[in-house]
């Protein structure tokens, strides 16, 4: 022991230390449990574009390199395969607001069809997505801000890669708290 330290001192830095690793495993504990209450759901489907509708835009265009200020609304028809008549998947509805030459800030909706298992999670449920869309790249993320339904609470990631001139593959994780969506709890 040091000069001057006493047996209590010891004591007490020790129960410390102790006390701190002891708090780190709750604090890991905690987080490995939070990840086991996170329900997540897959989907793909292939968004068959139309054309989009410009709803506003500018009084003038001078300075807006012709995009900057434009709004535009969409509803696209998405299918189980990329063949335009293949099996509805639900659609997509929107708007693109144009910040600068081929990209804007995009808010969707997509609006799901009963697909996958008969009255199961996707049936006639909807999430909402929002972030940045550059026209010219060929695969696109935006993030899920939200769901109606059985995606209440929703949040996670769908990603658009384009696999034709204007088809899109759309794959989404979808992830919903356990303890958050009160209509899942019901159901179980």
Not at 55 to 71: A, C, H, I, L, M
Request: glycine share 12%; aromatic share 12%; net charge negative.
């Amino acid at each position: 022991m040091a000069k001057g330290t006493s047996f209590a001192t010891l004591t007490m830095a020790r129960a410390t230390s102790i006390i701190g690793v002891l708090l780190g495993c709750v604090m890991l504990a905690a987080a490995v449990s939070a990840s086991d209450s996170v329900n997540k759901y897959h989907f793909q489907f292939f968004q068959q574009p139309r054309e989009s509708v410009l709803v506003f835009k500018p009084d003038s265009d001078q300075g807006t390199n012709g995009y900057t200020g434009r709004g535009y609304t969409f509803d696209y028809k998405t299918t189980l395969t990329y063949e335009p008549d293949s099996t509805p998947a639900g659609y997509v509805d929107g708007m693109v607001v144009y910040t600068g030459p081929n990209r804007g800030i995009e808010t969707s909706t997509i609006f799901f069809k009963d697909i996958g298992e008969v009255g199961g999670m996707f049936a006639n449920g909807e999430i909402s997505l929002s972030g940045l869309w550059k026209d010219e790249e060929s695969r696109q993320e935006l993030a899920i801000v939200g769901g109606v339904g059985n995606f209440a609470g929703a949040y996670g990631k769908v990603v658009y890669t384009q696999v034709g001139p204007t088809l899109y593959l759309v794959q989404g994780e979808i992830l919903i708290d356990a303890q958050g969506n009160d209509l899942q709890a019901r159901k179980n």
